[in-house]
């Protein structure tokens, strides 16, 4: 994508390509062995969602001193003497990148209230593990997963928009680079719309 490097793109870009490798993680978690890794594949999910959103704000949103304070400590700047949380850098991201903030909001926050208990080890782990008479049996239904599975392609998409949006290329020649990616997302959403975003 010949994007420039810069203290921006090299900030934004490893969180995009980190987001990249965790959804292929997930895939090759849910391919080859669904009903034992569903649980870590959801907690991957959470965390492919934080990147791509701190890519994003990365990319337009944050201000230099920000992103030169997150390049040096690794912490997300504060919003006058509170952090700021992942709602506001989704809120911030959508703004500068022309997303739908009503709907990645939307999305955000059902991760957060859906993931939040199985990243942190809370009441969602306990039931979980003990869903079946016999303990650690974590067998479901596929169509319990399409939803995640669904948000997971959702947020590779925004993760390529966010490098996309750090690319000097002309309209043709970007067309060029992402309509193999395209294509297939919309070959596994057909034609329906993706359940969140």
Same mark, same amino acid.
């Given at each position: 994508m010949n994007i420039k490097i810069d203290e921006r793109s090299a900030t934004a870009c490893p969180l995009v390509l980190a987001a990249m490798d965790v959804a292929e993680a997930i895939y090759t978690l849910l391919s080859t062995h669904p009903e034992e890794y569903w649980v870590a594949a959801l907690i991957m999910q959470r965390t492919q969602m934080e990147y791509v959103l701190r890519s994003a704000f990365f990319a337009k949103a944050a201000s230099h001193k920000? %992103?030169? /304070?997150?390049?040096?400590?690794?912490?997300?700047?504060?919003?006058?003497?509170?952090?700021?949380?992942?709602?506001?850098?989704?809120?911030?991201? /959508?703004?500068? %990148?022309? &997303?739908?903030?009503?709907?990645?909001?939307?999305?955000?926050?059902?991760?957060?209230?859906?993931? /939040?208990?199985?990243?942190?080890?809370?009441?969602?782990?306990?039931?979980?593990?003990?869903?079946?008479?016999? &303990?650690?049996? %974590?067998?479901?239904?596929?169509?319990?997963?399409n939803h995640h599975v669904d948000n997971i392609m959702v947020f590779v998409q925004l993760a390529l928009s966010v490098a996309m949006v750090l690319s000097p290329l002309d309209a043709e020649a970007m067309d060029k680079a992402v309509r193999p990616i395209y294509e297939k997302a919309h070959a596994y959403f057909g034609d329906s719309a993706p359940v969140e975003v």
């Open positions: 920000e %992103l030169m /304070s997150f390049r040096k400590n690794g912490k997300m700047p504060n919003r006058g003497k509170r952090p700021i949380y992942i709602a506001d850098v989704a809120a911030e991201a /959508s703004h500068h %990148l022309g &997303w739908d903030k009503a709907k990645l909001l939307k999305t955000v926050k059902n991760h957060q209230r859906d993931l /939040s208990g199985v990243v942190h080890g809370g009441k969602e782990v306990l039931a979980i593990y003990t869903m079946h008479d016999t &303990w650690g049996d %974590l067998t479901i239904e596929w169509d319990e997963l």
